[in-house]
């Protein structure tokens, strides 16, 4: 913030967060926050605005089973006791098929996670954003 690289609001954020955590979760972070990362990779940062999740939409399909022709035998009265004919549909208590897609959950850095890697790392560079 001193140094003018950062807004003060931005400062704020950080010293918040950094708060927060143990010298050794902001090693860790320094270390591997920019690294792919699995939700249980990053433990108790989760929640210490360090990293945000995006959610993928739930898509749910629901479309009308099809009817599974299933031979039912009928005893006719016409016909002698060891003769059946075959008469038509049984449908179970299942009458629709449905298809979910979606709803993965990742991991990404929070914009102030991104702040603080690009001022404690050097190696770290924070994407450009532009200001409309």
Not at 44 to 53: E, I, V
Not at 62 to 67: A, F
Not at 82 to 98: I, L, P, S
Request: proline share 5%; with cysteine.
């Amino acid at each position: 913030f001193v140094r003018g690289e950062i807004s003060y609001d931005d400062f704020l954020d950080c010293a918040s967060i950094l708060e927060k955590i143990t010298t050794r979760d902001f090693k860790w972070f320094l270390k591997y926050g920019n690294t792919y990362l699995r939700i249980g990779d990053v433990g108790g940062l989760m929640s210490s605005g360090l990293f945000d999740l995006s959610f993928q939409p739930v898509g749910v399909t629901v479309r009308d089973k099809p009817e599974p022709f299933i031979p039912r035998a009928v005893t006719q009265p016409s016909l002698p006791q060891r003769f059946t004919a075959v008469k038509g549909f049984e449908v179970g208590d299942e009458k629709y098929e449905t298809e979910v897609d979606g709803g993965d959950i990742s991991l990404h850095l929070s914009d102030t996670g991104e702040i603080i890697l690009s001022l404690f790392n050097p190696t770290y560079k924070r994407k450009e954003t532009v200001k409309i």
